[in-house]
C-alpha cells in the first residue's frame, strides 16, 4: 500500500510539474492542488459536458481485529446505492 501511496502522488509531482513548466494540461484530483488554486499558481478549466469516474477500493486485513464503527461503515458501503459492482 505504501509503494502504491508513493507511486500515485509521484505521477500526481510530475503532472503538476509539467504543467507548471508549461509543457501542456493535466487531469488532476481538485484536492491535491487545492493550495496551487488558491495561490493562482495553477487555474482550473472547466469543461462543458465532461465528467470523470474512478474507481476507489476498501481494503481490509481479515485476520485483524476490527472495531465495531469499521463494521459499520463498511456495511454502509456495501449498502449505498453509488456501488454498482
Do not use: Q, W
Request: with cysteine; aromatic share 12%.
Amino acid at each position: 500500500m505504501y509503494l502504491a501511496t508513493c507511486s500515485s502522488h509521484l505521477l500526481i509531482f510530475a503532472s503538476f510539474s509539467s504543467v507548471e513548466a508549461g509543457l501542456g494540461i493535466s487531469v488532476l484530483p481538485k484536492l491535491t492542488i487545492k493550495n496551487e488554486l488558491k495561490y493562482s499558481l495553477l487555474r482550473e478549466v472547466k469543461i462543458k459536458d465532461f465528467y470523470l469516474t474512478r474507481d476507489l477500493y476498501l481494503v481490509k486485513k481479515k485476520t485483524r481485529f476490527t472495531k465495531v464503527g469499521l463494521n459499520h461503515f463498511v456495511d454502509f458501503i456495501k449498502k449505498s446505492p453509488v456501488i454498482l459492482k
